[in-house]
C-alpha cells in the first residue's frame, strides 16, 4: 500500500533497476539486447504471493461455500473496482491506521487522487449512493484489498475478504441474523473453535463521551503507554483498545467502560441483538474493549476469533452496524450493517483444525498416444464434450514415459493407442487403480465402455 504521502520506488518493493515509474510507463528505452544479455529474475514484492493448485483450487472452493450460505438468505454478488477516489476510503477514519499509514494512495495518470481500496464496505455504500438500488439492499463480495502492514502468518499486502452488507433496515435482530451467516459459514467449513465477541459501541453522542472519558483516563496513564499508543491517542482515544501490544495491557484492562456510557436506546438496541443471538443458538461472549479499527462503526460491533492462533492475530473478521457511513458519501442517511472474514487467516484456522483440506481434482482419464500426438489431440477432445476430465502427455514421449505420466496424474483410467490400435481401429483401456485388466475396444464405442469403467 502507499502511504499518505508518496515513497520512494524502493519503499514501494520496486528495484530502481526495473526502471520502471509509477503508471506503469519505462522511465527511458531500454535496449532489448541489453535486456537479453542480462535478464532478471523477477519474484513478488514484499508481502505478495503466488497462489498455486492445489490451494488456489480452495480458495476457489472457499467463495462457493460463502456463497452457499449468503445467496439464500437472498444477498447479490457485487464486484466493486479494486480502486477509488481516495476519498471514498479516508471517510472510515481519517484517524485509523488503515487510511493514515496503511493505504496505497497515489495520483493517477490523469491527475487523480486514487487508492487502492484497503477495505470493501466503503466501495458498497459508494455504488449504493451511485446507483441506488431499492432497499433493503443485501450484497456479498469476495476479492483482494490492499494494506501497507508488515508482512507475518496470516497477514499479507494483499489479501482477500469475503463479506456482505445491507443497507437500509435499522432493525436489531438483521443484526443477529448477519452475525448468523458469519457463523454458519464456520460451521460449513468445519470449524469448531471459533469464539464470537460481540459488544455496542452506542450512538454517536454516547461514544463522544466514552472517547473525552477514555482521553482523560489515557492522559493520566500517559507515562505507562507505548510510544506507538501515545501517539495513537492524540488521534483517537477509542483506537488505543485496539492496542496488542503487552506493555499497554495493564493500563487498557483499568480503562473505563462503554458500556457505563451507553444511552437507553443503545442498550435496548444491544439487548435486542443479543437476544436474537440466543433465540438463533449462537453463542457469544460480550467483549466491552472490542471497538474493531475503523471509525464508522456504531451500535453493534463483532468479531470472530480463530480459537487456534495467537491471540494478538486470532481475528478471523468481524463488523458491525454503521449508519453513518452512507450519509457521509453523499447520500441520503441509510442504515447498514454487514461483515468481512479474511480468507488468509480462516484458512490458517482451518489446517489447525484438519477441516477444509484443498480439493484434489484428478483426471477422468488420461489418454496415451505412441503414434505421434494426433490421436490424443482428437480423443481427449471428445472425452471433454462428453463430460470428462481428460489429460496427455506432450512432445511424443516413449511409452513408458507416458505412462508413468498416467500414474502420476492420479486418472482412474488410461487410453492407449500405438501404431497396431490405430490401424486397427482400436483403442486399449487400461484401469489404473485396482486390479482390473486392459482391454481393447472398437474406437468408435470407446465412450460407451468408458461410462461403464468410470460409473460410480
Known sequence: RLPSRPRRLGALGLSPRSRFVQGGGPAA??????????????????????????ESNRWRRFV?????????????????????????FKRVGEATDVVSKEMYEFTDLGGRHVALRPEQTASVCRAYVQHRPTTPWKAWYAGPNFRYEKPQRGRYRQFDQVGVEVLGVDDPY????????????????GLRRVELLVNSLGEPADRARYVEALRAYFTAHLDELTAESRQTLERNPLRVLDSKRAPDAPVIAGAPQLAEYLSKEAAAHFDAVREGLDALGIPYRVEPRLVRGLDYYL?????????????????????GRYDGLVEALGGPPTPGVGFALGVDRTLLACDDEGVFEPPVHTPDVFVV?????????LVTEELRRAGYSADRAYDNRSMKAQMKAANRSGARVAVIIGEDERAAGTAVIRPLRGDGEQFAVPRSDLLTHLEAVLKP
Open 299 to 319: 451500535r453493534t460491533t463483532f468479531e470472530f476469533a480463530g480459537g487456534t492462533l495467537d491471540s494478538a492475530q486470532n481475528a478471523l473478521g468481524g463488523g
Open 64 to 88: 462457493e461455500v460463502f456463497e452457499s450460505i449468503v445467496e439464500p438468505a437472498g444477498y447479490r454478488l457485487i464486484v466493486p473496482p479494486m480502486m477509488e477516489d481516495a476519498g471514498v
Open 174 to 189: 438483521l443484526d443477529a441474523e448477519v452475525i448468523a451467516l458469519g457463523w454458519r459459514f464456520f460451521e460449513a467449513l
Open 369 to 377: 498416444d505412441t503414434t505421434g500426438g494426433l490421436e490424443a489431440l
Open 29 to 54: 528505452p531500454v535496449a532489448w539486447s541489453a535486456v537479453s544479455a542480462s535478464p532478471t529474475e523477477f519474484h513478488t514484492s514484499p508481502g505478495m504471493r503466488d497462489i498455486l493448485a492445489p
